[in-house]
């Protein structure tokens, strides 16, 4: 399953399938990302980054991609389990910033 | 032993009320920030210290006024609440001002409705 950042705040997906979740950013300026997985009544916690100066990064079973000419960065999930619904956001920052700048939200929904 | 500690973890209050919510973090970190979180689940920063010093400070009404005692501790005081204040705010901590972001520790969050 696929969302399309910022029109799709929702993406359901069957156990098992891979997810796809992107993001789109605006600030050409911005150097370092990353994907925070927001879980219910819960704060947001870090689930991998990237520079700018990479344009794939993998942790376990999650995979991050940055194309900075089309300045989108996606998130995909293998094997989606019960235990990745959650709400998925992307946030930017750049060098000098003093903080994160988060994207809108996704809601992964995944269904057994 | 909770990282990032916020109370109340709920607040309901009427419109006009005063309230504060409270942050303390026990991982000797020397940046402590304030987000918002409305009902579309979007992040905004509102304010951050920096050892006590005050270095960001978002377009935020001057209803809402940050105290940081100590390094450990940044508390939120609103003032005369407004219905669109409802939202959850979170509490956050980094070792420093320009960490790298999985430096950042969030709390769990505080879910205020005004009513």
């Known amino acids: 399953g696929e969302s399309v950042g910022l029109h799709l705040p929702t993406l359901s997906v069957q156990e098992g399938d891979n997810s796809i979740i992107n993001c789109a950013y605006s600030?050409?300026?911005?150097?370092?990302f990353i994907w925070y997985k927001q879980e219910s009544g819960k704060g947001p916690q870090f689930i991998i980054d990237?520079?700018?100066?990479?344009d794939k990064r993998q942790g376990q079973r999650v995979t991050v991609l940055l194309n900075k000419t089309v300045k989108h960065l996606s998130l995909q999930i293998a094997a989606t389990q019960p235990g990745d619904s959650a709400v998925y956001f992307c946030?930017?920052?750049?060098?000098?910033?003093?903080?994160?700048?988060f994207g809108t939200g996704t809601r992964l929904t995944v269904i057994p | 032993d909770t990282a990032v500690s916020q109370t109340p973890k709920y607040l309901v209050t009427q419109m006009g009320n005063d309230k504060s919510i409270k942050c303390e973090q026990n991982?000797?970190?020397?940046?402590m920030y304030w987000y918002k979180q409305d009902s579309k689940k979007f992040l905004k920063i509102m304010f951050s210290?920096?050892?006590?010093?005050?270095?960001i400070n978002e377009t935020v009404p001057n209803r809402f006024s940050p105290k940081s005692p100590d390094k450990a501790h940044l508390n939120l005081h609103i003032n005369s609440l407004e219905l669109g204040d409802s939202a959850v705010y979170f509490c956050?901590?980094?070792?420093?001002?320009?960490?790298?972001?999985?430096?950042?520790?969030f709390g769990s969050g505080t879910r205020l409705t005004v009513v």
């Open positions: 956050a901590s980094s070792p420093k001002a320009r960490t790298a972001p999985d430096g950042y520790t």
């Open positions: 946030a930017e920052t750049f060098h000098g910033a003093n903080n994160l700048f």
């Open positions: 210290y920096n050892n006590k010093e005050l270095i």
């Open positions: 991982l000797g970190h020397d940046t």
């Open positions: 990237i520079r700018s100066n990479m």
């Open positions: 600030n050409s300026a911005s150097d370092y």
